[in-house]
């Protein structure tokens, strides 16, 4: 069990491990299976290592990167 003050988005490489070896121990193949995982996870490292594990990575962008990215393109306007 993890500390409560650690986030999934730390857990999710170890949680990956485990699934896999879960996987292999019921004699599943998890290549090429989708993983849908919700904004908190988005960050190219988790997509990279969901990538490794074989999984296709189905992650929500996160609220946060896409309400920078227009705060950053608003900005390029000049309004006057």
Known sequence: MAPVNETDMV???EGLKALKQVAKEVGL???GAYLNLDGGFD???NRKCIFNAG???NVKCSDLITSTALLDYIA???LN
């Open 43 to 45: 960050s190219a490292h």
């Open 76 to 78: 390029d306007f000049d």
């Open 55 to 57: 999984l296709i990575p």
């Open 11 to 13: 857990l999710l490489p």
């Open 29 to 31: 193949d998890l290549r």
